[in-house]
């Protein structure tokens, strides 16, 4: 296997490009060389390097705590829950909130073999028991799984004596917060309703 089909196969793994689309890539970075391949791998190196998650929320940042964690001016006794950093990227961009994030790691499901252990709910139960948490928003997407982890979650938090809320108008069956505009998201937090265990 030569470098550029490495290079090409190693493309290809990325998401949204399949291997039309990464020979196109390759060689677009190879035909500029000096002006974006050597500064794209430079700074992939140094992004792996440094880039870590947060021990405290899941964010990654090249800081721990991260930037959101360490930042005084953002409400502890908020924490706004999602699937994945994309997501906690994606409601940052809409300036709608100003408390704690916690990331999970994905969502429950049986069918890909992730439970509860595979993700990081036992830290969220932790945090909400230690920190003095006043309110738990799920920020879950609006798929079979992501409903599933929300229910899962209200459960755990149940005898906590926390307000459980989630997000509300705006956020479409089947949508991904990551796809959603910042206008949308920013619906989405102010309508955010009220949970209770064994709620629909």
Not at 108 to 125: K, N, Q, T, Y
Request: charge should be negative; glycine fraction near 8%; aromatic fraction near 4%.
């Amino acid at each position: 296997m030569t470098e550029l089909d490495r290079l090409i196969q190693l493309l290809a793994k990325l998401p949204g490009l399949g291997p039309r689309s990464a020979r196109r890539a390759a060689l677009y970075l190879i035909k500029r060389r000096e002006a974006v391949m050597e500064p794209l791998a430079a700074a992939m190196a140094e992004a792996a390097r440094t880039i870590q998650p947060c021990t405290i929320c899941g964010n990654l940042d090249t800081i721990d705590p991260c930037t959101l964690c360490a930042d005084p001016r953002r409400d502890a006794g908020q924490i706004c829950v999602v699937e994945d950093v994309a997501d906690l990227w994606a409601i940052e961009r809409a300036h709608a909130f100003k408390g704690r994030y916690h990331v999970l790691g994905g969502t429950l499901s049986a069918l890909d073999g992730i439970g509860p252990s595979e993700l990081r709910i036992d830290a969220l139960v932790a945090r909400v028991k230690e920190a003095g948490v006043r309110e738990v928003i799920l920020a879950m997407n609006a798929t079979v799984e992501g409903q599933t982890t929300v229910h899962y979650i209200i459960d755990r938090l149940a005898d906590i004596g926390v307000s459980v809320t989630r997000l509300a108008h705006g956020v479409p069956v089947g949508g991904e917060l990551d796809y959603l505009d910042e206008g949308t998201l920013a619906a989405a937090l102010k309508a955010r309703t009220s949970m209770k265990s064994g709620a629909a």
